[in-house]
């Protein structure tokens, strides 16, 4: 190679390099993740007579496996703790689920200390420490009534029977739903993806009537229920990662009862997994942790044995507390 030449290929050698450090920087700027989620679960208080020799509190180990799949631990929280404590367990976990079940949504221990964690929770996201709450079917209708401040729920039957979704115009610019390739979800209005298995709801024109709610929330779906009336079947919170569903995506993974329509497809089951990864990752946001890893291993569900219950209950297996 000629002098000229080889000066010329010294140029354009640090040219490239000049280039793709420009383009490449060091370091890459990115939010920062938790790796290690824990998301607390608050558990419901045993009512039926069968189940009350097993403990005062349960949950559902569906719930439980539906989180773990989506790649975090879970926290089970009782009903009995001080606000001190719960305001200690808000700072350790990084998100919240509030399940599926039967309680009064105003006086009962589950919606005292559901009120704690969604003052918290509202008071940390305005602070720009993000913390996501999710609500199905019960845990929904908990939600509505604390930010409406009342209980507008009424009549809106649909038991046992899975449903396509009818989607709202938000639906396609919702974080919820951002993820979902688009083939699928023209899937989710076409097909019964969604398990009901609820008495009462909130219908659209409580809804659209109701000024809290609607500055609050987007209603994303809607279904009918079995006597015509209207009902919100799926919410997102505008300005904070609060999320709602009438119905259970938990159920298209774990639960297997033949005489309730669990939605088993694969198209259910890719529904189940998409949403579970979606308030995973989410909760992946929140930076909160324990103060040392004795303290957080002995908080986990892995603690507890899951008592098998498909023989008395419509559950295959329950965690007591």
Not at 165 to 181: D, I, Q, V
Not at 182 to 208: A, C, D, I
Not at 234 to 244: M, V
Request: aromatic content about 14%.
């Amino acid at each position: 190679m000629s002098r000229a030449g080889f000066s010329a290929f010294v140029c354009l050698f640090f040219a490239g390099c000049f280039c793709c450090s420009k383009a490449m920087p060091s370091k890459l700027n990115q939010e920062t993740f938790n790796n290690r989620p824990v998301i607390g679960i608050l558990t419901q208080i045993v009512s039926d007579d069968i189940m009350k020799p097993f403990g005062s509190t349960y949950i559902p180990a569906s719930y439980v496996k539906y989180i773990e799949s989506g790649g975090s631990r879970v926290m089970p929280i009782r009903l009995t703790h001080t606000t001190d404590e719960y305001e200690n367990i808000f700072r350790q976990i990084n998100g919240l689920l509030l399940i599926g079940g039967a309680a009064n949504l105003e006086t009962s221990d589950f919606a005292r200390v559901a009120k704690i964690f969604y003052r918290l929770a509202l008071k940390a996201n305005d602070a720009g420490d993000f913390f996501p709450i999710w609500g199905t079917c019960m845990g929904m209708q908990q939600l509505t009534v604390l930010v409406a401040g009342e209980n507008l729920l009424t009549n809106t039957t649909a038991e046992n029977i899975a449903l396509p979704l009818n989607l709202t115009a938000e639906a396609s610019t919702s974080k919820m739903f951002e993820g979902f390739p688009s083939e699928f979800m023209k899937v989710l209005t076409q097909e019964p993806l969604t398990g009901n298995f609820h008495h009462y709801g909130l219908t659209v024109k409580t809804f659209q009537e109701n000024e809290k709610l609607q500055s609050f929330f987007s209603i994303l779906s809607t279904n009918v229920a079995e006597n015509g009336a209207h009902f919100v079947s799926t919410i997102e919170g505008k300005r904070y990662p609060f999320y709602g569903t009438q119905w259970h995506p938990e159920v298209n993974r774990f639960q297997w009862d033949r005489k309730r329509n669990f939605p088993h497809s694969a198209h259910a089951v890719q529904l189940s997994s998409l949403l579970a990864q979606f308030f995973v990752e989410e909760g992946r946001r929140s930076l909160h942790q324990f103060d040392n890893p004795e303290e957080e291993a002995s908080s986990l569900i892995y603690n507890y044995t899951p008592v098998y219950a498909a023989n008395f209950t419509g559950y295959e297996q329950l965690y007591f507390f």
